[in-house]
């Protein structure tokens, strides 16, 4: 065996790791590969066809740099590792995205990269705009918000808003989904892509978005100066400004750029503005910034020519691609539209299929539970049978006994009425008794008159006698020593004058009240003993009404009997001064 046998054989291939936005992939690569060849492979693996924004990076202490196309991949400065890995990242941004960017998977490396610059503060974005950003970014991963689906605390792995915002403000994680899901819910119909470029839309208006920046100096002594690269130009900073340029040169103004080892130069196309000059230590950053201008000053010169024949071609057929994909969204929406009525249908069909199982479920047992009443009510039927028979025989008890109460009340209501008209006849008889006493007493106060009239008339009877004999008076004291016998005689006629005067009258006065009296006893004895007849059958009443249990009130009867009584005892009080009239009298 020769000794050229003996040698190792030299590999013919060496492994690569290619990591885009979203995925790793490995690929076996040929010696003699150039950086194109390896290029190509990554866009047609992917699909893409917009290459002119992408390129593949790697680290080299600790700065970056960009895969050259036209050198073969080996003989570049890539780290010696197995495998090689390499980043598939955006190495020029569009000025406006909307027009630019035409492929789907153009738009989600662009969106994923933006999103994770801004993330990582890289771009700088103020609080709001970091909110609205997330909602999209939360529309494009999740969809439609469904508040059944998307519970509270379904964003709490999500990364969505930068560290430096959350520090700002003294808000919890809660608080933050909440307003992101205020905002998220309103993007309600925006599918994926449009969700992404409305991101990237928002994101372009940023002050640092699309920018590279590149420590430089103005002059050999100071390190002050930042450089920034985009595609619209070159921009001056200061180191703590990056946000707004100290001085900026559009491409369209620049005449020429050129580098002296670490001298850059920057001409105006205006030859009377000044010239710029910058200085930069590293040889690899200033090889990394020429690249760069070039390139970004050749996209710009493109944008503003006609587009190619492959550029109109891909146009095309993205916006067929939009329309296609905008007419299924629209028929996935109305499909997804009839699904859910035809869910919601279902729905109502399954809880009306329910509630009638329960409507029937509640009637089963509604009609055991009316069986078993059925049987408990025949029961109480018989039983109400049974009580209705005895309430019967009851009835006709009470009826009998109605009929008996009813001749008794009709007997004392009639023994009633009868003692009411004999107790009307004895008021009219004791009226009539008080008129008589009345009557007496009139007359006796016409007798006490007519007695007084009498002695009025025996007095001056008197004293007219008197006066007849007193001429003789004289006649006789003249004859005092022997009395004529005739004046014995006059004395004596006078003296039975006045005596006989007096007993005819009393006699006849006397027997006259006397009559009276012996009648009106008769008469008050009579009536007395019709009271006390009328008094036994009122208590006999009583009696039999009480028996009866009619209810006549005993006070009533009581009162009634006084008021009988009544008159009585005006009729006794009027005999005792009747009496007392008679006595005075019998005493003149």
Request: glycine fraction near 2%; hydrophobic fraction near 35%; proline fraction near 3%.
């Amino acid at each position: 065996m020769s000794i050229m046998g003996l040698k190792k054989k030299q590999p013919k291939t060496f492994k690569v790791k290619v990591i885009t936005m979203d995925a790793e992939m490995e690929f076996s690569c040929e010696v003699k590969w150039k950086g194109k060849d390896l290029f190509d492979l990554v866009c047609r693996t992917i699909g893409l066809r917009e290459t002119w924004f992408f390129g593949l990076q790697f680290i080299v202490k600790d700065t970056f740099a960009w895969l050259k196309m036209e050198k073969k991949v080996l003989d570049q400065e890539v780290p010696k590792e197995d495998p090689i890995t390499f980043h598939f990242l955006a190495k020029f941004y569009p000025e406006k995205v909307e027009e630019e960017l035409v492929q789907e998977i153009t738009q989600h490396l662009f969106f994923l990269q933006v999103k994770k610059q801004i993330l990582d503060e890289e771009i700088y974005c103020s609080p709001e705009a970091s909110v609205l950003l997330a909602s999209y970014a939360v529309q494009a991963k999740y969809g439609d918000y469904d508040p059944n689906f998307h519970k509270p605390g379904f964003l709490a792995q999500d990364e969505l808003l930068p560290k430096r915002v959350l520090k700002q403000y003294q808000m919890t994680a809660d608080m933050w989904e909440e307003k992101i899901t205020a905002w998220y819910a309103e993007h309600r119909g925006i599918a994926r892509d449009e969700a992404e470029m409305e991101y990237l839309k928002i994101a372009q208006d940023l002050e640092m978005y699309g920018v590279n920046y590149f420590p430089i100096t103005q002059n050999k002594r100071d390190t002050d100066l930042l450089l920034g690269v985009d595609a619209l130009g070159l921009h001056i900073y200061i180191p703590d400004n990056k946000l707004s340029s100290k001085k900026s040169f559009a491409w369209s103004g620049i005449r020429n750029i050129s580098y002296s080892e670490k001298e850059f130069t920057i001409k105006p196309l205006d030859k009377k503005a000044e010239v710029f000059k910058f200085y930069s230590s590293q040889l690899r950053v200033n090889k990394l910034i020429l690249q760069l201008c070039i390139e970004n000053h050749d996209l710009f010169m493109r944008r503003r020519k006609v587009d190619s024949i492959e550029v109109q071609q891909m146009k095309a057929q993205a916006r067929e691609e939009k329309a296609r994909k905008k007419m299924e969204r629209q028929r996935l929406a109305r499909e997804k539209k009839l699904r859910e009525e035809a869910e919601r249908a279902k729905e109502d069909l399954e809880r009306r299929l329910y509630q009638l199982q329960d409507e029937s479920r509640l009637a089963n047992e509604a009609l055991i539970r009316s069986e078993e009443t059925a049987d408990l009510l025949a029961e109480k039927a018989q039983i109400a049978e049974e009580e209705a028979k005895l309430l019967a025989q009851k009835a006709a008890e009470a009826e009998q006994e109605r009929q008996r109460l009813e001749v008794t009340a009709l007997k004392t209501k009639e023994e009633k009425r009868l003692m009411e008209q004999k107790m009307r006849e004895a008021e009219l008889i004791a009226v009539k008794l008080v008129e008589e006493s009345e009557r007496r007493s009139k007359e006796a106060e016409q007798l006490k008159q007519d007695l007084n009239e009498a002695r009025e008339a025996e007095r001056r009877a008197k004293h007219r006698l008197l006066e007849i004999t007193k001429p003789s008076y004289p006649v006789i004291a003249s004859y005092s020593a022997h009395p004529p016998a005739d004046v014995g005689d006059l004395n004596l006629e006078s003296g039975s004058f006045k005596f006989d005067f007096k007993d005819t009258d009393m006699k006849r006065l006397s027997m006259e009240i006397e009559r009276e009296r012996v009648e009106y006893m008769e008469k008050s004895k009579h009536l007395q003993e019709q009271l006390k007849e009328l008094k036994t059958e009122i208590e006999a009443l009583k009696l039999e009404e009480r028996q009866a249990n009619m209810g006549i009130p005993t006070n009533a009867t009581m009162e009634f009997s006084d008021n009988a009584y009544t008159p009585l005892s005006n009729l006794n009080l009027q005999s005792v001064t009747a009496k007392t009239q008679v006595a005075f009298l019998e005493e003149l």
